[in-house]
């Protein structure tokens, strides 16, 4: 197993372009199962869950080729409408595979996720919104069988803002017969992606980027081409690696506009933030003050940055806090955190962070790819040699990470 060793005190410095969202290429992915042809997706990052994704699609059936940065996809006909146990225990996104092949094939047996690092991550929103559709599910033998004729479109409301649910949702309703109106919807930037993609294959969606989603079912689509959006939380993490050693950073080829909170939360910390049209960058000077921040759902703030904040906040004097509404089990990478001499007290769902810690470092443990990247994020300003073992987690969610902090004057090796 990989792991990762930075020499901290750097002092990261330069440009950089982030890649394509890992969360928007996997809902896209998946969407080719919804209509025969070829697909040629680009801006594709490198990264285990896309190959997890691309590997689900040719056991199904599709012939996958990949290039720098392309992949393109030929769907004929399904050999099986299955997603294995193998594949799905390494990747819940896999449950995206469960809409199109209902919804296209009328058949689906796919493993049931199960638990995570994160805590409890029921898909009953996921189930709820099919069998509203007219899918009949049954669970047995750790799998989720799903028939249906054709599904008929419905109105479905989530009690709970879901990105999975959503796309799930949204994929099996292109092809349902009539209207399915989707209420609280999430509208998450790879929410709206995943739409505009669809409606690139022939879909009527209207109501993108926002909490409902009107949908006239076609009886068929065709195949469409796809560039993947940039990756938000990517961006930020690299904005984060600056910040914390009080560096400068030009982050390129990023959509500014899918930052907002992120970036005023960093303007409150006292960075200065400018931004273009497709770039964003932060510079370290003045004084820092430390801050409150409330994860929710986009526009919102991103669960997905909010451990590599705390990395940073542990930096910054006085009392930070971090209020976790999403996931139960997020802030299970403190405790490594804390190896480094963070300084952290956590009461049920929210963490006091004691800022100006002096960082030291340690060998560490990613436990999930956010909390891979707060670690990598902390060992960056630590004194010291940090060891991050188990980093298998964070090539899940980031393409060549060491190259780009090494290009921006990280100490971080790659070892066996
Ligand atoms: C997606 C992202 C993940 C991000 C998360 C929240 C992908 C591949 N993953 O995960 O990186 O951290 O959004 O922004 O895009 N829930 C239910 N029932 C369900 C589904 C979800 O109760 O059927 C709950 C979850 O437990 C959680 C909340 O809804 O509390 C949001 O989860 P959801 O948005 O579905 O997360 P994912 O799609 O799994």
């Given at each position: ?15 950089v372009s982030v890649n394509g969202a890992k969360?928007a290429g996997l809902?896209i992915l ?9 697909y040629e997706i680009t801006n594709v990052p490198n990264l285990t869950d896309i190959r997890?994704m691309a ?9 996958i080729e990949w290039g720098d940065g392309k992949i393109k996809i ?151 081409d796809a560039s993947l959006i940039p990756d938000?939380?990517e ?17 390129e080829d990023c ?143 980031h393409d060549k990470l060491?190259e780009k ?12």
């Amino acid at each position: 197993m990989d792991k990762y060793i930075v020499k901290g005190k750097a002092n990261i410095k330069g440009t950089v372009s982030v890649n394509g969202a890992k969360n928007a290429g996997l809902p896209i992915l998946a969407a080719t199962l919804l209509a025969e042809g070829k697909y040629e997706i680009t801006n594709v990052p490198n990264l285990t869950d896309i190959r997890t994704m691309a590997k689900l699609l040719n056991n199904i059936g599709a012939e996958i080729e990949w290039g720098d940065g392309k992949i393109k996809i030929k769907t004929n006909g399904c050999k099986n409408h299955e997603a294995p146990y193998e594949l799905v225990k390494t990747m819940r996104a896999s449950i995206y595979v469960l809409g199109p092949l209902v919804a296209r094939k009328g058949e689906a047996r796919v493993s049931f996720p199960g638990g995570c690092a994160l805590g409890a991550r029921p898909i009953d929103l996921h189930l709820k919104g099919l069998r509203k559709l007219g899918a009949n599910i049954e669970l047995k033998h750790g799998y989720i069988y799903a028939t249906a004729n054709r599904l008929k479109g419905t109105g479905i409301y989530f009690e709970k803002k879901s990105v999975g649910a959503t796309a799930n949702i949204l994929m099996a309703s292109v092809l349902a017969e009539g209207e399915t109106k989707i209420q609280n919807a999430a509208c998450e930037p790879e929410i709206a992606a995943l739409a505009e993609f669809l409606v690139r294959m022939g879909a009527d969606i209207k109501g993108i980027g926002t909490e409902t989603l009107i949908i006239k079912g076609k009886e068929k689509l065709h195949s469409a081409d796809a560039s993947l959006i940039p990756d938000r939380i990517e961006t930020g993490t690299l904005l984060l690696s600056a910040a914390i050693t009080r560096g400068s950073i030009t982050v390129e080829d990023c959509n500014p506009d899918h930052l907002g909170i992120v970036l005023d939360k960093l303007e409150e910390a006292g960075f200065q933030i400018s931004t273009t049209e497709n770039s964003i960058s932060l510079n370290s000077k003045g004084p820092k003050h430390p801050i409150e921040i409330t994860t929710n759902p986009y526009p919102g703030f991103p669960t997905d940055l909010q451990p590599q904040f705390c990395s940073l906040l542990s930096t910054i004097e006085g009392d930070s806090s971090i209020l976790e509404t999403i996931f139960s089990d997020r802030f299970i990478y403190t405790t490594e955190l804390q190896r480094l001499g963070a300084n952290l007290k956590l009461n049920e769902n929210e963490l006091i962070i004691k800022g100006g810690a002096k960082l030291s470092g340690a060998p560490v443990m990613a436990s999930d790819i956010r909390a891979g990247a707060s670690l990598v994020v902390a060992s960056l300003y630590a004194e010291g040699k940090t060891e991050i073992s188990r980093i298998y987690h964070l090539d899940r969610g980031h393409d060549k990470l060491e190259e780009k902090l090494q290009k921006l004057g990280a100490d971080i090796k790659r070892v066996k």
